[in-house]
């Protein structure tokens, strides 16, 4: 590169040379755009080679998604409530085998006959990182907060809105009363917070937890700093009752672009990578000291149509295109979505064929249409619908809605995520033959427009845990927002008394077989109901480095993932490996040297085009 | 009269070529133009606008080059010779239009700040100076990702970004034209203000106008493939800075798979190339004083 780039200032004839430096300059810029993604790449992981030379080892993982909040009361995605799990205990955990309920802050729990009343023993083990005793009075105080501020339910007011009273008789034992009986109380998901940090927070809408580090909390690890969407750190927590981490660190850094994270996996710079497309995973297979590991997910990707968004006192919102309101319409447009191709193209068979709404994974849950029932590939029924309901093609060949005017649709997209701009170009032909009209709107952030009701269809998609409830609340209508001017919990609008009806007696129904019936009863209506179409179940595909990493627990144990378990199982078993402690100095250099590299490549291309630019000045101010 | 003036035009247009001609880049780069420009225009009967389906794609995904794909296939089982040929439709016509757009503002601006002068003027200059400080790229982005993810919205970002530098010239060259004796001739002979900004001043800042003209496309087409590559353009058009990204998207970079991210980075080298020397070539044939022993 050094020799290149003296080409241009070595004296040589006129016109030659200048056909060469512009040769250059061309060639350079676009090895400049090629290049982006690696200066990305190696600029980040500088930093995290020097935390490495501190002294231990440090186990960083790639993440992509921003945090909403470090509030436990405020957090919903995947990354913050993930974390969550490493900072604070829950009542109860699950089983990384089969993910049964297992002893978590509560040791053992017990439910009087009427199953209105439960017992929690809270295990004596545990302490806050500050060093104050965990107690029941913490667990508490966190539930009565949930029921009493509306602001502090947003997250998971689902668990608690059945409440009626919780109490702490002395500090090991909670007692929590229940208005009527409730089937998750064994699947608790509420981050217990310390109550002598917290009672000092004043509005729990704007309070993000992240202004006082380290965070208290008695978890298996502690968060210890954090900057939006560049990291967040953590350290073991050396009392945790089960036993520290083996790690000494625990990074995770924040790459938003996924080749970007893939080239720091290869170079060294991150122990794990989720979320890997098709062709990194097969690229990443043949690599040495890299193992892929490709599991059933827990996440449904689905298309959600916008049912009309309305909230809670009535008043409708939002600009849906209302001939989704027309159940013949959904219909023909998910009778239209070729799901087996879907799965095949997009994800290259990382990805199980979408069907109700759970994924298999959950077995006992599980439920698929069968028959009459079920939305295959169809199209010619897809136009036969349409044709049935009076949306009859022009002369152009258009499909026109009730008003005369052409169909067309809008489908909110992250822009962020490569499936939905590629599903999106499968569903812009096979509607476009139906003669719909498809608008790809792609976005950063996708949570305005759909707050707001602004959208006719988008790209959904959920992780499950092993208890259903949540995801099966997000379609209550208790979940609307209050007023238009509020967020509420719910995913896409949907309000249906009968899932609803369905959704209230599983909540109260102990009976495990029974409320799977139940469950899947309601899978089977929200299927009738048509707003969803679960197009896929994609595989948790991930990687990790087999020298940093030496040993770690998948969920479930047998094919399971690493990335977004029920529990802190992945990082908190991760052992480091007998290289892991030094060889962060080896690929610090090299990925130095590629930094210089890059960064020379940029001057070099900034110096060609300002040489460029000079000169083309020289010359016009040379004019009359 | 008007046959005089054809005949005239018809003379400067021919030596304007005698004098191209000898510039042997310019003709390098002309060519090269040509044939691109055939390749685009003939696209719908080579290639098909098949080509971007996705439905119907022929291959399986990431196939390496090979002889019914030479340059493989993307995520999508698609043909990336045919998208390259097809993607140079957008590209061109992208960078067409931002400059035609970018130099029209400019010239528009600049012959009338140049013509009136005074305090109107001054304001402008100072409009002008500020989109000049402001960096361009910044600019585009943030206007990319204000208005909704179109082609046309690359085109207005581009063409609104980078007038400046024509406002600049085409002012200083029309207050030079405007201190000529003819057109105190004018004025006398009672030309207006839109006489002597469209008869005179204009026909005289037009070469300058079509040599940044020219200049300007290589930019645009380098910023309509980094605002594509970015993410930021028409995610459902093919463009060449859009199949950069879609080779980033699909892991082509840190798979090896360089087969489907150097064709687009080289064709618009090329392209911005060719352009660039064509600009350069009219540009030193148009000024004198540049033309001399070069």
Same mark, same amino acid.
């Given at each position: 590169?050094?020799?290149?780039?003296?080409?241009?200032?070595?004296?040589?004839?006129?016109?030659?040379?200048?056909?060469?430096?512009?040769?250059?300059?061309?060639? /350079?810029?676009?090895?400049? &755009? !090629?290049?982006?993604?690696?200066?990305? #790449?190696?600029?980040? $992981? @500088?930093? *995290?080679? =020097?935390?490495?030379?501190?002294?231990?080892?440090?186990?960083?993982?790639?993440?992509?998604?921003?945090?909403?909040?470090?509030?436990?009361?405020?957090?919903?995605?995947?990354?913050?409530?993930?974390?969550?799990? /490493?900072?604070?205990?829950? &009542? !109860?955990?699950?089983?990384?085998?089969? #993910?049964?309920?297992? $002893? @978590?802050? *509560?040791? =053992?729990?017990?439910?009087?006959?009427?199953?209105?009343?439960?017992?929690?023993?809270?295990?004596?083990?545990?302490?806050?990182?500050?060093?104050?005793?965990?107690?029941?009075?913490?667990?508490?105080?966190?539930?009565?907060?949930?029921?009493?501020?509306?602001?502090?339910?947003?997250?998971?007011?689902?668990?608690?809105?059945?409440? *009626?009273?919780?109490?702490?008789?002395?500090?090991?034992?909670?007692?929590?009363?229940?208005?009527?009986?409730?089937?998750?109380?064994?699947?608790?998901?509420?981050?217990?917070?310390?109550?002598?940090?917290?009672?000092?927070?004043?509005?729990?809408?704007?309070?993000?937890?992240?202004?006082?580090?380290?965070?208290?909390?008695?978890?298996?690890?502690?968060?210890?700093?954090?900057?939006?969407?560049?990291?967040?750190?953590?350290?073991?927590?050396?009392?945790?009752?089960?036993?520290?981490?083996?790690?000494?660190?625990?990074?995770?850094?924040?790459?938003?672009?996924?080749?970007?994270?893939?080239?720091?996996?290869?170079?060294?710079?991150?122990?794990?990578?989720?979320?890997?497309?098709?062709?990194?995973?097969?690229?990443?297979?043949?690599?040495?000291?890299?193992?892929?590991?490709?599991?059933?997910?827990?996440?449904?990707?689905?298309?959600?149509?916008?049912?009309?968004?309305?909230?809670?006192?009535?008043?409708?919102?939002?600009?849906?295109?209302?001939?989704?309101?027309?159940?013949?319409?959904?219909?023909?447009?998910?009778?239209?979505?070729?799901?087996?191709?879907?799965?095949?193209?997009?994800?290259?068979?990382?990805?199980?064929?979408?069907?109700?709404?759970?994924?298999?994974?959950?077995?006992?849950?599980?439920?698929?249409?069968?028959?009459?029932?079920?939305?295959?590939?169809?199209?010619?029924?897809?136009?036969?619908?349409?044709?049935?309901?009076?949306?009859?093609?022009?002369?152009?060949?258009?499909?026109?809605?009730?008003?005369?005017?052409?169909?067309?649709?809008?489908?909110?997209?992250?822009?962020?995520?490569?499936?939905?701009?590629?599903?999106?170009?499968?569903?812009?032909?096979?509607?476009?033959?139906?003669?719909?009209?498809?608008?790809?709107?792609?976005?950063?952030?996708?949570?305005?427009?759909?707050?707001?009701?602004?959208?006719?269809?988008?790209?959904?998609?959920?992780?499950?845990?092993?208890?259903?409830?949540?995801?099966?609340?997000?379609?209550?209508?208790?979940?609307?927002?209050?007023?238009?001017?509020?967020?509420?919990?719910?995913?896409?609008?949907?309000?249906?008394?009968?899932?609803?009806?369905?959704?209230?007696?599983?909540?109260?129904?102990?009976?495990?077989?029974?409320?799977?019936?139940?469950?899947?009863?309601?899978?089977?209506?929200?299927?009738?109901?048509?707003?969803?179409?679960?197009?896929?179940?994609?595989?948790?595909?991930?990687?990790?480095?087999?020298?940093?990493?030496?040993?770690?627990?998948?969920?479930?144990?047998?094919?399971?993932?690493?990335?977004?378990?029920?529990?802190?199982?992945?990082?908190?078993?991760?052992?480091?490996?007998?290289?892991?402690?030094?060889?962060?100095?080896?690929?610090?250099?090299?990925?130095?040297?590629?930094?210089?590299?890059?960064?020379?490549?940029?001057?070099?291309?900034?110096?060609?085009?300002?040489?460029?630019?000079?000169?083309?000045?020289?010359?016009?101010?040379?004019?009359? | 009269?008007?046959?005089?003036?054809?005949?005239?035009?018809?003379?400067?247009?021919?030596?304007?070529?005698?004098?191209?001609?000898?510039?042997?880049?310019?003709?390098?780069?002309?060519?090269?133009?040509?044939?691109?420009?055939?390749?685009?225009?003939?696209?719908?009967?080579?290639?098909?606008?098949?080509?971007?389906?996705?439905?119907?794609?022929?291959?399986?995904?990431?196939?390496?080059?090979?002889?019914?794909?030479?340059?493989?296939?993307?995520?999508?089982?698609?043909?990336?010779?045919?998208?390259?040929?097809?993607?140079?439709?957008?590209?061109?016509?992208?960078?067409?239009?931002?400059?035609?757009?970018?130099?029209?503002?400019?010239?528009?601006?600049?012959?009338?700040?140049?013509?009136?002068?005074?305090?109107?003027?001054?304001?402008?200059?100072?409009?002008?100076?500020?989109?000049?400080?402001?960096?361009?790229?910044?600019?585009?982005?943030?206007?990319?990702?204000?208005?909704?993810?179109?082609?046309?919205?690359?085109?207005?970002?581009?063409?609104?970004?980078?007038?400046?530098?024509?406002?600049?010239?085409?002012?200083?060259?029309?207050?030079?034209?405007?201190?000529?004796?003819?057109?105190?001739?004018?004025?006398?002979?009672?030309?207006?203000?839109?006489?002597?900004?469209?008869?005179?001043?204009?026909?005289?800042?037009?070469?300058?106008?079509?040599?940044?003209?020219?200049?300007?496309?290589?930019?645009?087409?380098?910023?309509?493939?980094?605002?594509?590559?970015?993410?930021?353009?028409?995610?459902?058009?093919?463009?060449?800075?859009?199949?950069?990204?879609?080779?980033?998207?699909?892991?082509?970079?840190?798979?090896?798979?360089?087969?489907?991210?150097?064709?687009?980075?080289?064709?618009?080298?090329?392209?911005?190339?060719?352009?660039?020397?064509?600009?350069?070539?009219?540009?030193?044939?148009?000024?004198?004083?540049?033309?001399?022993?070069?």
């Amino acid at each position: 590169m050094v020799m290149v780039t003296k080409v241009p200032a070595r004296p040589r004839s006129g016109r030659p040379r200048r056909a060469a430096r512009l040769l250059l300059a061309a060639g /350079l810029t676009t090895a400049s &755009l !090629t290049a982006l993604p690696a200066a990305t #790449a190696t600029a980040a $992981p @500088a930093a *995290a080679a =020097e935390d490495g030379k501190s002294g231990g080892t440090t186990l960083t993982v790639a993440v992509s998604q921003s945090i909403d909040s470090l509030s436990p009361f405020l957090a919903q995605k995947l990354t913050s409530t993930s974390i969550h799990r /490493l900072a604070y205990e829950y &009542l !109860t955990n699950y089983d990384p085998k089969d #993910a049964r309920t297992v $002893p @978590a802050f *509560a040791t =053992e729990w017990s439910s009087s006959a009427d199953k209105l009343t439960w017992t929690y023993r809270i295990r004596e083990d545990s302490t806050w990182s500050d060093g104050k005793p965990a107690t029941a009075e913490d667990a508490a105080w966190t539930f009565n907060k949930m029921m009493t501020d509306p602001n502090a339910a947003t997250a998971n007011g689902s668990f608690t809105a059945n409440f *009626a009273e919780v109490t702490a008789p002395d500090a090991r034992t909670l007692v929590i009363r229940l208005k009527k009986p409730q089937a998750t109380m064994t699947a608790l998901d509420v981050p217990i917070v310390p109550k002598h940090v917290w009672e000092k927070v004043g509005d729990f809408s704007k309070f993000n937890n992240d202004r006082q580090f380290p965070i208290v909390g008695n978890g298996p690890f502690v968060i210890t700093d954090f900057k939006v969407d560049q990291y967040i750190k953590l350290k073991p927590n050396k009392t945790f009752w089960r036993g520290a981490p083996k790690f000494d660190e625990l990074v995770f850094k924040y790459y938003k672009d996924g080749d970007a994270a893939v080239a720091a996996l290869q170079k060294g710079e991150v122990s794990f990578v989720p979320n890997l497309t098709p062709a990194q995973a097969a690229a990443l297979k043949t690599q040495k000291d890299i193992k892929v590991n490709d599991a059933p997910g827990r996440r449904f990707y689905a298309l959600a149509t916008n049912p009309g968004a309305r909230a809670k006192d009535g008043r409708t919102f939002g600009n849906g295109h209302p001939a989704l309101l027309d159940p013949a319409v959904r219909k023909a447009l998910f009778l239209a979505v070729d799901r087996a191709t879907l799965v095949d193209k997009v994800f290259q068979g990382h990805a199980v064929e979408g069907e109700g709404y759970l994924p298999p994974r959950f077995g006992s849950y599980f439920w698929k249409p069968e028959g009459a029932q079920r939305r295959g590939y169809d199209p010619a029924a897809a136009a036969k619908t349409l044709d049935d309901a009076g949306y009859r093609k022009n002369g152009d060949g258009k499909r026109l809605g009730k008003d005369g005017r052409p169909l067309n649709f809008r489908i909110l997209c992250h822009a962020t995520d490569p499936n939905d701009k590629a599903v999106g170009k499968y569903l812009q032909e096979w509607w476009g033959e139906l003669g719909i009209g498809l608008t790809v709107e792609c976005l950063d952030s996708v949570s305005d427009p759909w707050v707001k009701g602004d959208y006719d269809l988008a790209f959904d998609g959920w992780s499950v845990n092993p208890d259903p409830d949540y995801v099966l609340s997000i379609h209550t209508c208790g979940t609307l927002p209050a007023t238009p001017k509020d967020t509420g919990a719910t995913d896409n609008f949907i309000c249906d008394e009968e899932f609803d009806s369905l959704y209230a007696r599983q909540a109260v129904e102990y009976d495990t077989a029974k409320r799977a019936d139940l469950v899947k009863r309601m899978q089977s209506r929200l299927y009738d109901t048509g707003y969803m179409n679960v197009m896929a179940y994609p595989n948790a595909l991930e990687a990790y480095r087999t020298d940093r990493i030496a040993s770690i627990t998948t969920m479930p144990e047998a094919a399971g993932n690493l990335w977004g378990q029920d529990g802190y199982w992945s990082w908190w078993s991760a052992v480091p490996a007998a290289s892991a402690a030094g060889s962060g100095d080896g690929s610090g250099s090299s990925a130095a040297g590629v930094a210089i590299g890059v960064g020379a490549a940029v001057v070099v291309v900034a110096g060609g085009l300002l040489l460029l630019r000079t000169r083309r000045r020289a010359t016009a101010d040379d004019r009359e | 009269m008007t046959s005089l003036a054809w005949e005239r035009r018809r003379g400067s247009a021919a030596r304007f070529w005698r004098t191209y001609r000898t510039h042997r880049a310019g003709l390098y780069g002309l060519a090269g133009l040509a044939l691109i420009a055939l390749l685009a225009l003939t696209a719908p009967w080579t290639v098909g606008a098949d080509v971007q389906s996705v439905t119907n794609a022929p291959g399986t995904a990431l196939e390496s080059p090979s002889t019914e794909f030479p340059l493989g296939t993307d995520q999508f089982g698609r043909s990336l010779l045919g998208l390259l040929i097809w993607g140079a439709r957008i590209s061109l016509l992208v960078g067409l239009l931002a400059a035609v757009l970018s130099v029209a503002i400019g010239t528009l601006v600049g012959v009338l700040a140049g013509h009136y002068g005074g305090w109107p003027s001054t304001v402008v200059m100072r409009i002008t100076d500020w989109f000049l400080v402001m960096p361009t790229l910044v600019l585009a982005i943030v206007l990319a990702t204000v208005l909704s993810r179109s082609m046309w919205t690359v085109v207005l970002a581009i063409g609104i970004t980078s007038w400046p530098t024509t406002a600049r010239l085409v002012r200083a060259q029309t207050i030079a034209v405007e201190s000529r004796p003819y057109i105190e001739r004018a004025t006398a002979l009672g030309g207006g203000h839109r006489h002597v900004m469209a008869r005179h001043v204009l026909p005289n800042v037009m070469p300058l106008v079509l040599a940044q003209t020219t200049l300007g496309i290589s930019t645009a087409i380098l910023t309509e493939a980094t605002l594509a590559f970015l993410g930021l353009g028409d995610p459902t058009v093919v463009s060449w800075g859009g199949m950069l990204q879609d080779a980033r998207e699909a892991g082509a970079v840190s798979s090896g798979h360089w087969w489907y991210l150097a064709p687009p980075g080289i064709a618009i080298a090329l392209v911005a190339l060719a352009f660039t020397l064509c600009g350069r070539a009219v540009e030193s044939v148009l000024n004198p004083r540049l033309g001399v022993g070069r």
